[in-house]
């Protein structure tokens, strides 16, 4: 079935940088764009951007141009998300999901939770 | 980008109400609109597309409409398990946007 795995949460201080991974399975990885979205605390979603895993082309949301950037590797079906220079207000639930809204395709990781403290 | 807004930002509903949840665009995005239901500790889920396209496994009780830019959620008969927010997102241009979040909630 398929299936989008995410890493494990992450405790980050002020101006570090984090790593998030997302695992496809059990369809063409290649055949839809990843899109990040994140959700803080008690509030709601917010889309962060999106990679074409065929191309490696990206779009990112104006509010993270320049903290954020979105990979793949295409060999081990992995889409990645990396925010840098991190603030507390970057602490959300990161998710990956690989969408085709024109067609109806929508798989979702599980989450990942990234507390930035001091 | 295009801003969305939805109301009520939230409802108080008992089991067999009728729900309606109303999504705004800033702009017209013809049909490009999705809504999604996400329970608490959940990824969200994906109910409609397309404006009024139901996901495949939707239960009938659901339905979308509109174009343009004003849309409508609605649930002609709530259970237990929709007790939930709900949100809009177009899909017409980037960034793609998503509304504030309507939560449906137990009267």
């Known amino acids: 079935q398929v299936q989008l795995v995410q890493s494990g949460a992450e405790v980050k201080k002020p101006g570090a940088s984090v790593k998030v991974s997302c695992k496809a399975s059990?369809?063409?990885?290649?055949?839809?764009?990843m899109h990040w979205v994140r959700q803080a605390p008690g509030q709601g979603l917010e889309w962060m951007g999106r990679?074409?895993?065929?191309?490696?082309?990206?779009n990112y949301a104006q509010k993270f141009q320049g903290r954020v950037t979105m990979t793949r590797d295409t060999s081990i079906s992995t889409a990645y998300m990396e925010l840098s220079r991190l603030r507390s207000d970057d602490t959300a639930v990161y998710y990956c999901?690989?969408?085709?809204?024109?067609?109806?395709?929508?798989?979702w990781g599980q989450g990942t939770l990234v507390t930035v403290s001091s | 980008a295009i801003r969305m807004t939805q109301s009520p930002s939230s409802l108080s509903a008992s089991t067999g109400d009728r729900v309606t949840i109303t999504c705004r665009a800033s702009?017209?995005?013809?049909?490009?609109l999705a809504w999604y239901q996400q329970k608490p500790g959940k990824a969200p889920k994906l109910l409609i597309y397309?404006?009024?396209t139901l996901q495949s496994g939707v239960p009938s009780r659901f339905s979308g409409s509109g174009s343009g830019t004003d849309f409508t959620l609605t649930i002609s008969c709530l259970q237990s398990e929709d007790f939930a927010t709900y949100y809009c997102q177009q899909y017409y241009s980037y960034p793609r946007t998503f509304g504030p979040g309507t939560k449906v909630d137990i009267k």
């Open positions: 999901a690989s969408l085709d809204l024109r067609s109806g395709v929508d798989y």
């Open positions: 059990g369809y063409t990885f290649t055949g839809y764009y």
């Open positions: 990679i074409n895993p065929n191309s490696g082309g990206t």
């Open positions: 397309a404006a009024s």
């Open positions: 702009q017209g995005i013809s049909s490009y």
